[in-house]
């Protein structure tokens, strides 16, 4: 594996100073020695011309956030990321390679959960380039790679985790979203490292049922939140009808037998689990008639 290592250009003002000055000394001799007809001279004095303006090819700029990965007949030479103008062997290959965070926004993927229902699920990835050596050699265009490894990870995601959950003990994509987002930036991420790319934030942007079962999922997901809704009472019911039958024994207030017991589980658990609110009957007599 090929790993970043820093380039030390040299100045841009200085050689461009130095390389103008010795252009233009070389013209002066050169102007010199045509006035006294030596060839020779001119000879000499014309190839530094050449050379001078040869070498001024090697100026470039970097910008901020930046880096030039600069090559020498196909060898890696280093990258340049101090910013201005530089200079360098004017043989070297220099390729621009950007380090400012970018947002990669995935098109809306068509896939299945855990539990073969079709979704439709896009995600946002916030990420730079971090080794500017890998991100060019070691995969063909890191962008490209960047974009479909992404979205091969996000598949992966999806395919991991239930749509929804109504059991708090399992992690659903609509309901841990945190927990969610976490995998993925941490698959994305392990995808990416060999291209020189951190991942620094991998969000979900869009979840949905695919359109051909999507009616008939939101009367199911109604119907498991009913349910679910419906078990939450009847167990908080359960418990207060314990403590009631446990602070009444306790206490002293009234000793009931176990049919009178049952009778009034019967009624507290009426009054709590309707969907109503109860109309009570009050019995003038005692509770035997």
Request: glycine content about 6%; some cysteine; aromatic content about 6%.
């Amino acid at each position: 594996m090929i790993r970043e290592r820093e380039y030390a250009a040299m100045s841009g003002w200085t050689a461009l100073v130095i390389l103008l000055a010795a252009a233009a000394l070389s013209l002066w001799q050169m102007a010199a020695n045509i006035k006294a007809d030596n060839v020779g001279l001119i000879v000499t004095w014309a190839i530094g011309v050449a050379l001078s303006l040869l070498l001024l090819v090697g100026l470039f700029m970097v910008n901020p956030n930046e880096g030039k990965v600069l090559q020498l007949f196909g060898a890696y030479k280093g990258t340049a990321k101090l910013q201005g103008l530089r200079w360098a062997n004017p043989f070297l290959a220099k390729k621009k390679v950007s380090l400012r965070v970018r947002n990669f926004e995935s098109s809306h993927l068509k896939v299945n959960d855990i539990d073969g229902n079709p979704i439709e699920i896009a995600a946002v990835v916030v990420w730079k380039v971090v080794e500017t050596a890998e991100a060019v050699f070691e995969v063909d265009d890191y962008e490209h790679f960047m974009k479909v490894q992404s979205e091969a990870a996000l598949r992966n995601l999806a395919t991991s985790y239930a749509y929804d959950a109504h059991d708090d003990a399992h992690v659903s994509l609509r309901g841990h979203t945190n927990a969610v987002a976490d995998h993925l930036k941490r698959e994305i991420q392990e995808r990416l490292t060999k291209a020189g790319v951190q991942v620094m934030e991998a969000r979900i942007s869009h979840l949905a049922y695919a359109p051909e079962i999507a009616a008939a999922m939101l009367q199911r997901q109604q119907a498991g939140a009913i349910i679910a809704a419906r078990q939450r009472i009847v167990e908080g019911a359960v418990g207060m009808v314990e403590m009631a039958l446990t602070m009444l024994s306790h206490k002293g207030i009234v000793s009931l037998d176990e049919e009178r017991k049952a009778a009034m589980v019967s009624n507290l658990l009426v009054v709590l689990c309707g969907e109503r609110g109860a109309q009570p009957i009050v019995n003038t007599g005692t509770i035997y008639q």
